[in-house]
């Protein structure tokens, strides 16, 4: 990897190289997602079909586009029983964790009659889109249902791409079940984003739409937004660690390149403060190429991507890792926690040698769908906060209403909205 | 205004109506939109100034596009001395209630060594835009401001248009002021949101950005989302009336027409189980419409988009309330806090016949920026939830990750990432 000095131009360029990759650049396929999903809209399920068999090249209709139970037992007997023990046991972590996120309506009320609040519901259906294709995650799957599930969600339907022969991925079948999916619809890409936008006679319309997805998938979710909610557009997989001599560079190492095998789109980035880290870091990940299996992704995805960055002192490392804003962030300094509360901005933070980002890939609890892409500056991981909607409440008595209404009037009138004032005035003829 | 008989197929007529208002419909201005988004990303200030001058009348320059402190002591020299009192009361409010909303960084561990945990950190730089033209509204200069403010943004900008000799409307100064604001800039439409979303040399590059605007301000909103975050799209304005024979008939129609008056696309419907109370609330309206100012607009709105929905039933009466799910929903029946244990879509509920929607609006302290369109559905009113972000914080001992550590790199393998089961093992070598 190479290793730069880590000054305002360096920085500067970096997070210009890396905003490249923004999934929100890619406007070239607008029109033709645009007019998937209009025509999907319009015709619903008999475009919804049309496209299913121009782009999977697999003939699906009105009575095979659901999953059966029988297609879901067939999976069963397919999947491997070391996925399903480790998928049962991750699960419980993951409701644990997605538990504690629970919200509760509240009010306060004052004893002239004021009473004032919040009402959390659950959004009443939601669509869980799954991509096909080589990168099949049942840890995904998991990640994008649990969420909603907690939240109370009453419907959570899912839709992937169908094989040719119109099979499904065992794993990701099994997988869905396990979290607690209700129904599931053979559709990808955009068609299958404006199914769930739109509803088709086949398949519901839902209230958001979570997932990941290819540049179609993303487009098509960019389109829907406003006529359905959607969780943040994924973009390519990041990694930051934040090192300080005391690190131990074969873990270092090792971490960085479990992102750089995502993708070649990948970025795995360390900031340190320590010059013979970074040289050791180096040393290990020559060593680690050259056993890796998807070692072709992760050398050109570090050629691409990959940074290290040196930097005079902590708090400018911590700076810098603020400004870039990675999806995970990887923290192995002497007193990791302290360095911790000087983050800003992050996906996850993971702190001490120990808290490896895979753990939280699949097992800790913590979700692993995480703003890509500097959003973390803005975006949150996907979570329970993300099935719920609240509903302010309001309710004064005449009492509590009496001694402020002639205020109200006033700022009604200073507005020039004047049936605003009269249904003020009205409760005090 | 009409009263129909509350049934399938006109609940299904009159969604399929309001839902046309939907601003993600328009779909006409995108290219003209799409254009200044991408010449004020390019252009930066050149390009804002330049489409200040056209579509403004006014000409800014580095020097004066921001307002200044003389500028806002002006207008706090212009502004109604009445008014500045009541924003005072209202901000009271206004940030009590948000207060109550603030979200705290939470942990949880046991005993092997396992924390994992959110951090909340909020956003650092947020741009609220106000637009000018007739609908000046310093209520919501407010609202949109004391949130951030109160979740602990550092920075908040404000955009607005100027008027053709450069001067800006000065109870939106004050508004801003009285709330907080830190900077102004005299700037408006999708020129504004660029500047917000990329940043020019003259205004900063924000996190997310909020506030009304028109369609060309919501399309650029919509464009620059997922450079930035951005709040929910406002559409027009709606209220929904749940009342049975025990409501007053005189309060019912004040409380619809203050609604009906903001524009001619503003929607006020009565859902009620009493045709005696629909029959006096029309009888009321006539009467109002008579003394009402407003009254051109008032008639026109209810002409487009006024209904009276007789329902068999109070369950029916709330089926179509949560159908529709609208902005504003005041209850006034027997047993009002029981009925709205069963609403699940609506923006702001108003519990009680004193419990009047301008109270909202203005005075109470709930946000009266709150989801139209539906859309109440899946998305929430404003509030402190959009001006924080959440990092999820995952920290294992040794201790607790040797004994998973097998299972995580079996998951790991499943999904053909052996890097990531790489990262594990390393740390059990």
Redesign the interface.
């Known amino acids: 990897m190479r290793i730069v000095k880590l000054e305002e131009s360096s920085r500067r360029n970096l997070l210009e190289l890396l905003l490249k990759r923004?999934?929100?650049q890619y406007g070239t396929f607008t029109d033709k997602v645009n007019e998937i999903v209009e025509t999907v809209r319009e015709k619903r399920d008999e475009a919804l079909f049309a496209y299913t068999e121009k782009f999977d090249g697999c003939k699906v209709n009105k009575k095979n586009v659901q999953v059966t139970e029988e297609e879901i037992a067939e999976a069963y007997e397919k999947v491997?029983e070391?996925?399903l023990s480790?998928?049962r046991?991750?699960l419980v972590n993951i409701r644990a964790?997605h538990e504690?996120?629970r919200r509760y309506s509240?009010f306060?009320s004052d004893e002239s009659g004021?009473?004032?609040g919040?009402?959390i519901?659950p959004?009443?259906r939601v669509g869980v889109y799954v991509p096909g294709g080589k990168a099949?995650?049942?840890?995904s799957v998991l990640m994008n249902i649990v969420p909603a599930r907690v939240a109370g969600v009453k419907e959570i339907v899912m839709t992937t791409p169908p094989g040719k022969d119109g099979k499904m991925n065992p794993?990701v079948l099994v997988a869905a079940r396990e979290a607690g999916v209700d129904r599931i619809f053979k559709a990808g890409g955009a068609q299958a984003i404006a199914a769930l936008a739109f509803g088709t006679e086949s398949i519901p319309k839902v209230?958001?739409i979570v997932g990941p997805g290819n540049i179609f998938v993303a487009l098509a979710k960019?389109a829907v937004?406003?006529?359905?909610?959607i969780d943040?557009?994924a973009g390519p997989s990041e990694i930051l660690v934040l090192a300080d001599e005391t690190a131990n560079p074969?873990?270092v190492a090792?971490?960085l390149?479990?992102q750089?095998?995502?993708d070649e789109m990948a970025s795995a980035i360390l900031v340190t403060t320590s010059e013979a880290l970074a040289e050791a870091v180096n040393k290990e990940i020559e060593g680690?190429l050259e056993v890796?299996?998807?070692r072709e992704i992760?050398k050109k995805s570090l050629d691409n991507y990959g940074h290290i960055l040196i930097a005079d002192t902590m708090e400018d490392a911590i700076e810098a890792a603020n400004d870039i804003a990675s999806e995970h962030l990887e923290i192995m300094t002497k007193d990791a926690?302290t360095v911790?509360t000087k983050?800003?901005?992050?996906?996850?933070?993971?702190?001490?040698?120990?808290?490896?980002?895979?753990?939280?890939?699949?097992?800790?609890?913590?979700?692993h769908v995480?703003?890509t892409n500097g959003?973390?500056?803005?975006?949150?991981?996907l979570?329970v906060?993300d099935f719920i909607?609240?509903?302010?409440?309001?309710?004064?008595?005449?009492e509590?209403?009496e001694p402020?209404h002639e205020?109200?009037m006033?700022?009604?009138a200073?507005?020039g909205?004047?049936?605003?004032?009269?249904?003020?005035?009205?409760?005090f003829e």
């Open positions: 923004s999934p929100s491997d070391e996925l480790v998928i046991k991750a964790f504690k996120q509240w306060d004021i009473l004032l919040q009402k519901t959004l009443n099949v995650y049942p840890s794993a209230d958001k960019k937004f406003g006529f359905v909610s943040s557009i074969r873990y090792a971490d390149l479990s750089a095998e995502h680690f890796l299996e998807r992760i926690f911790m983050i800003k901005n992050a996906g996850a933070i993971f702190i001490g040698e120990h808290s490896c980002e895979p753990l939280g890939d699949y097992f800790a609890g913590p979700n995480l703003p959003t973390a500056k803005f975006f949150s991981p979570g906060d909607k609240k509903s302010s409440i309001v309710s004064y008595s005449r509590a209403l402020v205020d109200i006033r700022f009604a200073q507005e909205l004047t049936a605003h004032r009269n249904s003020i005035k009205v409760r």
